[in-house]
């Protein structure tokens, strides 16, 4: 999709289609007052006429409204003025493009991104604008022999906005929306593949070929250099599949140098089986999203590249496939960690942590700013929070409430849980350091409690993204999580550094 940013009145327009929204009941917003103005009042007696309430998700296509020069005029319902808020407003959007994708027009004209949305500016409007278009128009085909293509499909979108005086914070949005909806899709595309697909050899090529195209360095361990580290957690996931265990590691190098970096890294399971705790064949498909948190963080390296961000940031990305082969290890086995504490491995389908742990040690030799995992790490948080917000938690508050933030900001939002060292207790082992489980109660708790164990060293926040990585039913499918909330946590921290001095490159 193209986008473009505008000024000006709606009636004079020449475009496929201008998109103007009504509230209930039957109120113009202000363009399509505008717009009713030019074609003396058309507008408003089509809505006494009972042809269109103003309610959320209703909408009217007109044609060639006399006093106007576009070939159509949709009018989107808003519903209740009052009551139009953010999620109010990104609904609306997608109303319009969804509507725009069907009608047959190559180009529409949006006046939408101009309706107050409280206490959101320009720039937030523009850049929702943009994630919700794309959003709406993603489709996940490449392995369908027959695709089912939309006639005259959408090709332009321009997004207007009020005064002059806008378009230069609205232009930045639009950068920043889309190598921010560029890199969600990119992500979509690695998760929706299924497993035969997507291997962890695979997303090491991936990686690889996202390095050619961005200019990040990219490096990649592979078992025999995992063994000489001695991430023998690791390693004693991958031993049940044939798929050889990658270590992945990216490199934008946007900032000073020798600024510490910041430290992204992702759980890539790229299928979870459950391994000898054999997960139930219900619903096991959706495991191959068991790779959510590998493939945001080497999407969210793409969107920094795209964004140039003056920042340094590494992805690190473990990944291996959890099987239940001859090899596999077995519940009671005992491993020892690459930090050097062993770990009675009580329920093979607790992998997630046991690849993160050692990803989790090797990271401390970038002697990193901050550390951020991200992992569909526990079916508890899909329980405790849904698909609404990702689990947050943190060893250090500020770090966490910067993660938060962004969330909001994003409108990809996360909410924190406590990381009390009450809950360790859950993970005493008879016969090793720890156990990888920690029994039914706080099982998101319990998890981070054990990664905890291994992020000493340096400020860490760990995201749960079991519940909001993908959709489940009819809609499944990935949804691109937590793409905008890192990309909106990387943009503050480098907005931050600006702010303090230092010139963005
Ligand atoms: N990948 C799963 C977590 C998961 C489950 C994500 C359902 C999304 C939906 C993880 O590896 C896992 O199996 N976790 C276990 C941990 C348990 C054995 C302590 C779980 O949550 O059941
Ligand atoms: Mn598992
Ligand atoms: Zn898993």
Redesign the pocket.
Known sequence: MEFSIKSGSPEKQRTACVVVGVFESRKLSLPAELLDNAARGYLAELLRRGDMEGKAGNTLLLHKVPGTEADRILLVGLGKEREFREKEYRAAIATAVRTLNETGGFDGTLYLTELPVKKRGVAWRVRQAVLVAEETLYRFDQLKSKKDDVRRPLRKLTFCVERRTELAAAEQALIEGQAIASSMNYMKDLANLPGNICTPTYLAEQAGALGREHGLAVEVLDRAAMEELGMHSLLAVSRGSHQPPQFIIVKHLGGKVGAKPIVLVG?G?TF?A?GI?L?PAHEMD??K??MSGAASVLATMKAAALMKLPLNIIAVVPTVE?MPGGGAIRPGDIVTSMSGQTIEIL?T?????LILCDALTYVERFEPDCVIDV????????IALGGVVSGLLANHDALARELQDAGLDSWDRAWQLPLFDDYQEQLKSNFADMG?????PA?TI??ACFLSRFTKKYDWAHLDI??T??RSGKEKGSTGRPVPLLTHFLLARAAKKVGAGETAR
């Open positions: 759980k399971v979870d459950g705790s997960k959706e495991m999203f068991d959890n329920n389908d607790a992998e997630g942590r992992a569909t790490l526990t079916g508890a948080c899909v990888n489980i920690g029994g039914r099982g319990t998890a079991a519940g990585a993908w």
